[in-house]
């Protein structure tokens, strides 16, 4: 069996580091926020190029505070993309504002900016890039769209823990970036947490605000927040793992090279690469005829795979009052149908790689 993604090998490998870190904080007696949470932010915070980090309770969460922070409120539209995660959309709109869905740029399968363009309106108020499968949005296109509007620009980068844009880590180009650290994700804690990352002292202060009941200080409520808090356990795990994702990224990205080298001469589209990104390999996805029957195949042979994500955003029941309605986002409609993510984690190995591209040679071959 191959797995399309799993924990346990790393576990293995890291256990006395991590017994080590959990242990610490057991003994300590400090459980919500504290200083491991303090130290995992100045130093994810530096990470990713960033001056604050503020650790939350989730990814989607980061999301929301980033934009109410922001000053994102009822009645302002936000316009990000259909092909994501739910939660990217789940955030804006927690928010009071309207998500305004665009369709992907064919080559990159992020945001397109011309899309961006065409939407602004007067009630435009931010731009929620995705840098989806760890591969980054064009970032540049966008910070002159928001810098000539007076937009906020947010990040979703729950995906892209390391990912580079131009050579720099994603998470601090715009007005703030939100990752996730999800178990699944490259930088995952032993259970939720997420951070806002931003160079903006004001929208730090007021995300460390509104995660803890809008408390200024103890008891001293200065505006309505929220209960998103991230724990000394997950951060000390973090701080553990986060010293590692360097290597790890750097794993994804040899198993990637392997397998666009291995699919090479077959009729799959392999994972776009821009220019301007080196991705963190955070999926691995392709395109391609007959995936259904593909998945199939490969799941009789013992190899699982994913699809991220079978129906977008716009078309799912909770959203579907959206403003784009069926059939107005092409790209994003039919990729969705031909997209199949492979097995793909940092301890995956060559051999395993190489029987996932054969078994998809196999298959491709028969039907031709
Ligand atoms: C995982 C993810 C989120 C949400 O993060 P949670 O920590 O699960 O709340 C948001 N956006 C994208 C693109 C994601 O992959």
Redesign the pocket.
């Known amino acids: 069996m191959i797995p399309v993604f799993e924990l346990r090998r790393q576990y293995r490998m890291i256990r006395d580091e991590i017994d080590l870190a959990v242990r610490g904080v057991l003994k300590a007696g400090h459980y919500v926020l504290g200083p491991n949470v303090e130290a995992f932010e100045a130093e994810f915070s530096a990470y990713c190029g960033g001056t604050f980090g503020v650790g939350v309770a989730?990814?989607?969460?980061a999301?929301q505070l980033a934009l109410t922070a922001a000053g994102i409120k009822a009645g302002d539209e936000v316009i990000t993309v259909s092909h994501?995660?739910v939660?990217?959309v789940e955030?804006i709109k927690a928010t009071g504002a309207v998500p305004v869905l665009v369709d992907i740029d064919p080559q990159t399968w992020t945001i397109d900016p011309a899309q961006v363009r065409a939407r602004l309106g007067p009630r435009t108020a931010a731009i929620v890039p995705?840098h989806?499968y760890g591969h980054p949005a064009d970032l540049d296109p966008l910070r002159a769209l928001a810098e000539r509007h007076g937009l906020a620009l947010i990040e979703?980068a729950?995906?892209a823990h390391g990912a580079r844009y131009k050579g720099r880590h994603v998470g601090a180009f715009g007005t703030a970036g939100c990752f996730?650290?999800?178990p699944t994700?490259n930088l995952g804690a032993y259970g939720?947490?997420?951070m806002v990352v931003t160079n903006d002292r004001q929208i730090a202060d007021r995300v460390r605000r509104l995660r803890n009941h809008g408390q200024a200080a103890r008891f001293e409520h200065v505006e309505c927040g929220m209960n998103s808090r991230l724990d000394e356990l997950q951060a000390a795990v973090l701080r553990v793992k986060l010293r590692w994702l360097d290597r790890w990224n750097q794993r994804r990205r040899q198993i990637a090279a392997l397998y666009n080298r291995l699919l090479a001469d077959l009729p799959v589209r392999c994972p776009p690469q821009a220019p301007w990104a080196q991705s963190n390999y955070h999926l691995y996805v392709i395109e391609v005829d007959e995936r259904d029957a593909l998945r199939a195949y490969l799941k009789a042979e013992g190899i699982g795979t994913d699809i991220h994500y079978p129906k977008p955003v716009h078309l799912q029941p909770a959203y579907c009052d959206l403003s784009p309605a069926e059939g107005q986002l092409p790209v994003t409609e039919s990729l969705c149908q031909r997209i199949v993510s492979l097995p793909l984690f940092p301890e995956l190995s060559d051999a395993e790689a190489e029987t996932v591209a054969s078994a998809i040679r196999t298959f491709l071959e028969n039907r031709k």
């Open positions: 989730n990814g989607t969460e999301i994501t995660a939660p990217t955030a995705v989806l979703d729950a995906q996730s650290f999800y994700k939720d947490g997420g």
